[in-house]
């Protein structure tokens, strides 16, 4: 087979590769970081996201796996997975409940197999490389600092190697193991709620 026919084979392959992808992976089942509740970091959308604000960007979210959504946020539990934001505990959240909603009820059909961060990283510098995406949003719900850092690592580093974006944030700014993760993402205070207001990103 020639070089040129070689190439569009393994291209081929890649895209059906891509193709084939379940709705989303879970890449890390423990305690929050924050006060050791169990949480889920669920990544979907590798290869597309049509959010108008931030592109088709790889989306991970951070869920309490114990207890839906709605219900933590109403019952304040969701400070596992939300930290020190003072929009958490139903007090004014930006994020869309209907997708996340969608997210929680897709992980406890079991639609989300598990796979490593590393798999997943590599999967989404993939279809990066193929056009499919954008890069990666390091918290479409919940703050990175609630899974260790070496999670987020192992996601982010792929991507960052391929030249595509890696965007987040945290609340956790000085705080519970924030160094760490702020080098794939964006530091968040509030100068009412929060000491020093600092900012900075990947």
Not at 4 to 9: F, G, K
Not at 12 to 27: C, Q
Not at 131 to 148: C, F, S
């Amino acid at each position: 087979m020639s070089a040129p026919s070689s190439a569009l084979a393994l291209r081929s392959a890649r895209r059906n590769a891509l193709a084939s992808l379940p709705a989303g992976f879970v890449v890390y089942r423990g305690p929050s970081l924050i006060d050791g509740s169990p949480i889920v970091v669920i990544v979907n959308t590798i290869t597309s996201s049509e959010n108008s604000k931030i592109g088709r960007m790889a989306q991970v979210w951070f869920l309490r796996s114990d207890v839906a959504p709605n219900v933590a946020i109403k019952s304040g539990r969701d400070v596992a997975i939300c930290g020190g934001c003072p929009f958490a505990n139903d007090n004014g959240c930006f994020v869309d409940m209907r997708p996340l909603m969608s997210v929680w009820h897709a992980f406890e059909r079991g639609s989300y197999p598990d796979a490593t961060p590393e798999q997943v990283g590599e999967l989404i510098a993939l279809a990066y490389n193929m056009g499919k995406n954008d890069g990666i949003r390091l918290g479409a719900y919940g703050d990175p600092a609630a899974a260790p850092f070496e999670v987020l690592e192992a996601l982010a580093l792929p991507v960052k190697g391929m030249g595509a974006a890696t965007t987040g944030y945290t609340h956790a700014w000085g705080g519970y193991n924030a160094p760490g993760h702020l080098t794939h993402g964006a530091g968040t205070t509030h100068p009412d709620t929060l000491p020093t207001p600092a900012c900075r990103r990947s």
